[in-house]
Nanobody, 123 residues
Framework: QVQLVESGGGLVQAGGSLRLSCAAS????????IAWFRQAPGKERDFVGG????????RYADSVKGRFTISRDNAKNTVYLQMNILQPEDTAVYYC????????????????WGQGTQVTVSS
């Protein structure tokens, strides 16, 4: 019912910044809570943060709180993940997820996924 496509990943130096985008199509985007997850090689897919459909409510993992910010522009059907002060441990494939609730932290609780975008942070 909904397609999600991530973009904006790349290679950055430690301390740098990136902004990821998640573009949605196929249904009313303003009615979707969206979450960001990340998965490093050999590790589980971990919750990064989520945003409610109104954009008024957010939740972040402790590991990124204060450094990452999620926002959305429903007129553009897009959710953003602004990542600042990036560290090597932030290296992962980043995914956006829908058809869940912004405060749910398990990947199993979401049924719509993008293809992922690679973020690599060098020291």
């Amino acid at each position: 019912q909904v397609q999600l496509v991530e973009s904006g990943g790349g290679l950055v130096q430690a301390g740098g910044s990136l902004r990821l985008s998640c573009a949605a199509s196929g249904r009313t985007f303003s009615n979707l809570d969206i979450a960001w997850f990340r998965q490093a090689p050999g590790k589980e897919r971990d919750f990064v943060g989520g945003i409610s459909w109104t954009g008024k409510n957010t939740r972040y993992a402790d590991s990124v709180k204060g450094r990452f910010t999620i926002s959305r522009d429903n007129a553009k059907n897009t959710v953003y993940l602004q990542m600042n002060i990036l560290q090597p441990e932030d290296t992962a494939v980043y995914y956006c997820a829908g058809s869940g609730r912004y405060f749910l932290t398990s990947a199993m609780q979401y049924s719509s996924w993008g293809q992922g975008t690679q973020v690599t942070v060098s020291s």
